[in-house]
C-alpha cells in the first residue's frame, strides 16, 4: 500500500509537457512511498501555499484511488486472484475484514488527504482571490468522503479538520452528510462558473488535474454528484434526485467529457513513477514487481470476457508465459499444477502503460455509464434511444482508454452482439446491463467504485465467492480501523466483525 508521508526538505521539480509547463515542490526522497510531500503540518507550514499543497493533495489522492483503494476492491468483485506460488493477499482472499483491514483507506483520507485541502481551503492572505482552489479542494475533499461514506456509514465530519482544537471529533449520521455533499456540489459548480471572466488566483499549473480549468471543474462537480444521487436510487427519493438533477441542468455545464486524471510529472525513477505502475508494473530498470507477479487474473473475468468476445480482454489482462489467457480461483491454496504465476495472465498493458501514465480519477467511461442509468430510471430526460447511445457510448470510450486496436469498430461489434448485458436490445434489464458494463469498464482503474456499485445493485450477477470466505458472504462495508477506535473510542461507533457482512450502507 502506497502512502504519502510529510517532510520538511524539499526539491522543486520542473517537467515540461507538450501542453503543459508543471512546477510543483517534492521532498528529498527517503524512500519509494515519498513523493510531492511537503510539510509536517500543511495547517502551520513553515513555506508553502495553495500552488504548492494542492497537487500533493492531489498526488495523494491519485494513489488512493489507483492503489489503496482500488486493489481490494478488484478481489472483491472477483477481477483478480493469486496464484499457487505466493502466499499473498491472504486476508482479501478469506474476506478477513477486521479493524487492520485496509486501514490506509480512513488514516490516509483524514491524515494527509484532508489536512492539505483543508489548509487550501481555508488560507487567506487578504489580497487575493484563491476562489480557484477552493473550488478545488471543495470538490476533490467531496469526492473522498463520499468514499468514506460508502465504505464507513458514519464518520467525523462537522468536527473533523479541527486538529488541536479537538482531535476526538464526533461522529456524523451518513445520510446527512451525503445530503450536505451534496449540497457543497452544487455550491462550488456555481462557484466554478462563477469565477470565468472575473479576476482570481488561476491554479493553472499547480492543478495536475484539470490545470486549472473552471469550467471542467464544474463539469466534475455536477459528474460527481450525478453519482451520489444514484447512490440514492433505492432509497425512495426520487423526487429529492430529480430535483437536485434540476440544479446540474440549471448550471449549464454538463457532466465530465474527458478522462479525468492526475499527472504531477510523473518521471521513470523508481519513488516518482505513476503509482499504480509502481505497485503492479516494473521498476526502473524494467524489473516486474512482487506485486505485478502474485497479481493474476481471476478464472471468472477470464471465461467472462471470451464468453463475450469481448476484445478488452487482450487490454486488460496479459499473455501467459504459454501465450494464452488464465486465470486462478480465488483460493489460498490450489491443488495440482498450472496455477503458477507462469501460467496465469496478470495485469494487461491497456493498464499498465508506462511508468509516466496519467492516474485516472473517474473515467469519462464511468460518467457516460451514471448517465446513462439516470436516464434509464427517468431522472434525466431522453428515453431508451438517450439511454442507448449513452451505454453504447460509454463502451467505445472504455476500449478508446484501453488501447484497443480500431478501438470504436471494436466497441461497436461488441455491443452489437445479441447477447444480454452486451447488446442494449438483447437485455431486458437495462440497470443491469449498464452496472456489468461498468464492472468491465473499471476492472484494474477502480475496483472500490464497481465493489460499491455491486453492493448497491446486485449487479453483475453471478460473481463467485470465495471458498474460504470467513462469512460465506461478501462484505458490504468496512470497520473503523484499530488506530481510529483507539484513539476516539467514545466516538467510533459501536460495530461488530458480522457488521462488514450484514451492515448495508444507508442508501442499500
Not at 153 to 171: F, I, M, Q
Not at 352 to 361: A, E, M, V
Not at 464 to 492: C, F, H, M, T, W
Amino acid at each position: 500500500m502506497l502512502n504519502f508521508k510529510f517532510k520538511k526538505n524539499m526539491k522543486t521539480i520542473n517537467k515540461l509537457k507538450s501542453f503543459l509547463l508543471l512546477s510543483f515542490m517534492i521532498i528529498a526522497m527517503i524512500s519509494c512511498d515519498d513523493f510531492l510531500d511537503v510539510n509536517d503540518n500543511p495547517n502551520t507550514p513553515t513555506i508553502s501555499n495553495p500552488s504548492l499543497t494542492l497537487p500533493v493533495a492531489q498526488t495523494s489522492l491519485a494513489s488512493m484511488v489507483g492503489v489503496t483503494m482500488n486493489n481490494p476492491g478488484n478481489y472483491f468483485v472477483y477481477n483478480w486472484s493469486v496464484p499457487s506460488n505466493w502466499s499473498a493477499q491472504q486476508d482479501l482472499l478469506r474476506y478477513n475484514i477486521t479493524t487492520n483491514f485496509s486501514t490506509g483507506i480512513f488514516e490516509t483520507s483524514f491524515g494527509y488527504i484532508f489536512r492539505n485541502l483543508n489548509y487550501v481551503n481555508e488560507y487567506e492572505d487578504g489580497s487575493v482571490n484563491y476562489d480557484g482552489y477552493k473550488v478545488i479542494a471543495q470538490t476533490l475533499k467531496t469526492f473522498q468522503y463520499q468514499y468514506l461514506v460508502d465504505l464507513y456509514g458514519d464518520v467525523p465530519y462537522t468536527e473533523a479538520g479541527l486538529r488541536g482544537e479537538n482531535t476526538t471529533p464526533t461522529y456524523d449520521d451518513a445520510e446527512t452528510i451525503y445530503k450536505d455533499l451534496i449540497d457543497k456540489l452544487t455550491e462550488t459548480a456555481t462557484l466554478a462558473l462563477s469565477l470565468n471572466g472575473t479576476i482570481y488566483e488561476d491554479p493553472g499549473a499547480s492543478d495536475i488535474m484539470l490545470g486549472g480549468d473552471m469550467t471542467k471543474w464544474a463539469k466534475f462537480a455536477n459528474t460527481i454528484k450525478l453519482r451520489m444521487l444514484l447512490r440514492l436510487s433505492n432509497t425512495g427519493q426520487d423526487a429529492y434526485i430529480t430535483s437536485e438533477i434540476a440544479k446540474i441542468n440549471a448550471n449549464g455545464a454538463g457532466y465530465i467529457n474527458n478522462d479525468v486524471n492526475v499527472n504531477p510529472g510523473y518521471l521513470n525513477n523508481n519513488g516518482k513513477q505513476n503509482p499504480f505502475f509502481s505497485a503492479y508494473g516494473t521498476n526502473d530498470a524494467g524489473e516486474f514487481s512482487d506485486r505485478n507477479d502474485y497479481t493474476v487474473a481471476s478464472d471468472y473475468i477470464i471465461t467472462y470476457l471470451n464468453n463475450t468476445n469481448d476484445a478488452r480482454l487482450l487490454r486488460l489482462y496479459s499473455e501467459s508465459v504459454a501465450g494464452d489467457y488464465n486465470g486462478a480461483e480465488q483460493i489460498t491454496t490450489l491443488p495440482g499444477t498450472g496455477f503458477t504465476s507462469d501460467d496465469l495472465s496478470h495485469i494487461g498493458p491497456g493498464l499498465l502503460k508506462n511508468s509516466t501514465q496519467d492516474q485516472p480519477i473517474m473515467l469519462l467511461s464511468e460518467a457516460m455509464f451514471l448517465q446513462a442509468e439516470a436516464i434509464s430510471r427517468g431522472y434525466i430526460a431522453g428515453g431508451s434511444a438517450a439511454a442507448q447511445a449513452m451505454y453504447e457510448g460509454a463502451i467505445e470510450a472504455s476500449f478508446t482508454y484501453l488501447g484497443v486496436p480500431d478501438a470504436v469498430n471494436e466497441a461497436t461489434a461488441y455491443y452489437g452482439q445479441t447477447l444480454p448485458n452486451v447488446g442494449w436490445a438483447s437485455t431486458s434489464n437495462k440497470i443491469e446491463a449498464i452496472i456489468t458494463q461498468k464492472w468491465v469498464a473499471l476492472n484494474g482503474t477502480n475496483g472500490i467504485e464497481s465493489w460499491i456499485e455491486l453492493t448497491r445493485t446486485g449487479f453483475p450477477s453471478g460473481l463467485p465467492i470465495p471458498a474460504e470466505a470467513q462469512s460465506g458472504k461478501r462484505p458490504v462495508r468496512l470497520l473503523y480501523p484499530a488506530s481510529e477506535i483507539g484513539r476516539n473510542s467514545d466516538n467510533v461507533p459501536a460495530q461488530t466483525a458480522s457488521d462488514a457482512f450484514n451492515s448495508n450502507p444507508f442508501w442499500k
